[in-house]
């Protein structure tokens, strides 16, 4: 009897899996080259609308999502004056995104807790402070992560955020350090793992998509990737052995996205090619080796590591060619987006590659659309 329902179980997944993937590709088919495009791209509401700083969604922001439908929105402290302000600003936003697509846009925000947390430090009432993740770590109790992802996935559900950039898989195992710190659960990845599973768990069980970040690991770096290369100098068997590990345990959580960081791997790629536009560690190594099946991110691409060393275009393409699904924030995003659709009409890029990407962040918004 139980083998009659194990089978029946499998058939209904499969079934269930196939509703989802149909769906996805139903609404693949409805878009144009440009709007396929134009979903790959995460950038901020002034990068899309030109205002100097969006505080508001209006008939501005409407005209440009029509005209250039992106895919993510990612807004900073300098967006958010209140509660009241926020929420309409979002809900606002996202009616244009359904009216324009009959799907939604992703809404994101970092919101770490700690020192990255734009809603908390925005000075909003009724936020309450989760404290900082490497605290949460030594207390040596994997509810506390949890906690804190449910507080911080509520309050940003209730405001309309559907994506966090959060939480950090990184592993704080070198004292140079000076950007990750107490933004990771731990020094060591015994520690970090089982508080990145569950802070993972409370946000999505909240209602907001997760972010582990930035892969392959920031934590054993000296350098500052917003300005250079942050250059890690393990083989593949020690990143295995430890960074990887927190990554891992998000990963079979069940995390909607991981963030690729601008950290060259010498020991591994025999360069310093970032591993944000390496094709054997974001698609060798993340995609196929650890299985993660999810939206691939990279890391803001006007960041030094990237922009100081290579075109918004060029880079656009190069990550894309290494398998990441969405763009963040390249530092020229009209020639990202035109250097993208000029590389699938020359061949640079197949448009069944584009269409593998975008069939991946259409499936998770219309789970997101379902559970809504």
Request: proline letters at 3%.
């Amino acid at each position: 009897m139980k083998g009659k329902i194990g089978a029946l179980a499998a058939v209904f997944f499969l079934c269930m899996s196939a509703a989802k993937v149909s769906a996805a590709q139903e609404l693949l088919d409805g878009l144009t080259l440009e709007e396929k495009v134009a979903q790959l791209f995460f950038i901020t509401p002034e990068a899309l609308t030109g205002v100097d700083v969006a505080t508001a969604a209006g008939e501005v922001t409407k005209e440009s999502f029509d005209a250039c439908p992106v895919g993510g929105i990612i807004y900073f402290q300098q967006n958010i004056l209140d509660r009241e302000q926020l929420s309409e600003m979002l809900q606002n936003t996202q009616s244009y995104a359904m009216e324009r697509l009959g799907f939604p846009v992703f809404l994101a925000v970092d919101e770490e807790g700690g020192t990255v947390a734009r809603v908390y430090r925005s000075g909003m009432e009724g936020i309450p402070d989760v404290g900082d993740m490497l605290s949460i770590g030594q207390s040596g109790d994997v509810q506390n992560a949890y906690r804190a992802g449910e507080q911080i996935g509520t309050y940003l559900k209730e405001l309309h955020f559907n994506v966090d950039f959060a939480p950090v898989a990184d592993i704080f195992s070198n004292p140079q350090n000076t950007v990750i710190g107490d933004r990771a659960f731990g020094r060591d990845a015994d520690t970090a793992a089982p508080m990145v599973e569950m802070a993972v768990r409370g946000l999505q069980e909240a209602g907001v998509q997760a972010t582990l970040k930035h892969f392959p690991g920031h934590g054993d770096t000296a350098e500052d990737s917003h300005v250079e290369y942050a250059i890690s100098y393990k083989t593949l068997d020690e990143l295995r052995a430890s960074e990887f590990v927190p990554f891992e345990a998000g990963i079979r959580e069940g995390a909607g996205f991981v963030m690729m960081g601008h950290i060259s791997l010498p020991n591994v790629l025999e360069d310093y090619t970032p591993a944000s536009l390496s094709y054997t560690v974001t698609t060798e190594i993340l995609r196929k080796e650890l299985g993660f099946d999810g939206i691939i991110i990279t890391d803001a691409l006007n960041m030094g590591a990237i922009a100081e060393n290579y075109t918004s275009g060029e880079a656009a393409v190069k990550a894309l060619q290494a398998g990441a699904d969405m763009l963040l924030m390249p530092a020229d995003f009209a020639d990202a987006y035109a250097e993208v659709c000029a590389a699938v009409r020359d061949g640079r890029l197949s448009e069944e590659r584009i269409n593998e990407s975008v069939e991946r962040i259409l499936s998770r918004k219309s789970a997101l659309q379902k559970n809504a």
